[in-house]
């Protein structure tokens, strides 16, 4: 936990950030500070259900890419451009990301059966200064920001 006194409190990780920003354009000592979210709470949010006919399709993209990306490198590496190999690299790809991800959807599958993201939000912000800069930072602060 950063050591300091609160030079100001923010709703959001924005007016935070804002404050940071304003006392570094006035050359405040920026190492000494921290911003502390406080009440934290962890977001998920589901975005969709899985299946095995989406677990297959995304697996194949992901391959996909990945074999064309293989199948970039070897076009350069030949003098000439064999498209047999760079669409075989393309196919390849897809059915090896389509295999690994059915599989991993099965070992899963018991256990989730959804894709969620998740995120971890404060309730509020803390702008932490080190305690020997406290007054100049308040100083900084209360003059408007110079261009």
């Known amino acids: 936990m950063p050591h300091g006194e609160v030079v100001g409190s923010y709703a959001t990780y924005a007016e935070a950030?804002?404050?940071?920003d304003h006392l570094a354009k006035a050359d405040f000592?920026?190492?000494?500070?921290?911003?502390?979210?406080?009440?934290?709470k962890t977001v998920e949010r589901v975005t969709r259900k899985?299946?095995?006919?989406?677990?297959?399709?995304?697996g194949a993209?992901?391959?996909?890419?990945?074999?064309?990306?293989?199948?970039?490198?070897?076009t350069f590496v030949q003098p000439t451009i064999n498209w047999g190999l760079f669409a075989a690299a393309?196919?390849?790809?897809?059915?090896f990301g389509m295999f690994f991800r059915l599989a991993g959807y099965a070992v899963s599958r018991r256990s989730r059966d959804f894709q969620s993201t998740s995120q971890v939000?404060?309730?509020s912000y803390d702008v932490i200064v080190d305690p020997t800069l406290i007054l100049k930072a308040r100083d900084v602060l209360a003059r408007p920001i110079e261009d």
């Open 50 to 58: 899985l299946s095995w006919n989406r677990a297959a399709l995304e």
């Open 90 to 95: 393309v196919l390849i790809g897809a059915a």
């Open 121 to 123: 939000l404060a309730e």
């Open 29 to 40: 000592p920026v190492a000494k500070l921290a911003i502390v979210g406080n009440d934290l």
């Open 61 to 74: 993209l992901s391959g996909a890419w990945f074999g064309l990306f293989l199948g970039l490198l070897f």
């Open 17 to 20: 950030q804002r404050t940071v």
